[in-house]
């Protein structure tokens, strides 16, 4: 039975926070980034408890990023060219499942064995980045899998979102 998430960052924060909802609106999970100058760590939370960590590798030609959840290490690896976000997940429990997303960074779909884990679509109108997420596997690890990707996927928009921004202003 397909659960729902809802993805939206914070408004107003330094650090960086996501907060990921179930479909009744109750908090499920957060997302913290630490305030650091180049490569932050962030911390997925259930509760007080962190589940996960996600940090990008700085001296990589591709999108690299080493995570744990649940203890458990893997690498999360991003095409070196491509108009859209595709990553592949490289260790761990979830060897081999990839993260595909939009051009517009609107729609993502995770998969692993050929069995979609989860779809998401973002909100165009919204004052906060958002996504509905549908979790198709009902694994509680899954599901904290599908948020950490998320959370990998709404961190290198903000990163995109800001070079932009910095390009345009020089």
């Not at 999970?29 to 590798?57: D, H, K, M």
Request: glycine share 10%.
């Amino acid at each position: 039975m397909a659960r729902q998430l809802t993805l939206a960052n914070a408004l107003l924060s330094l650090r960086g926070r996501i907060h990921i909802n179930d479909g009744a609106g109750n908090e499920r999970y957060e997302a913290r980034g630490e305030f650091a100058l180049f490569s932050p760590t962030w911390r997925l939370l259930q509760g007080e408890r962190v589940v996960g960590t996600l940090r990008r590798r700085l001296l990589s030609f591709r999108p690299y990023f080493d995570a744990t959840l649940d203890g458990e290490s893997f690498a999360v690896v991003g095409r070196l060219f491509s108009f859209r976000r595709h990553y592949r997940v490289r260790g761990g429990r979830w060897d081999g499942a990839t993260l595909t997303g939009n051009l517009w960074d609107r729609r993502f779909c995770i998969q692993r064995g050929g069995q979609v884990l989860a779809d998401a679509q973002g909100r165009w109108l919204s004052l906060r980045d958002t996504h509905q997420v549908q979790v198709h596997s009902d694994e509680a690890a899954d599901e904290r899998f599908v948020a950490l990707c998320l959370v990998l996927v709404m961190m290198e928009k903000a990163n995109s979102n800001a070079a932009a921004a910095a390009g345009s202003a020089g």
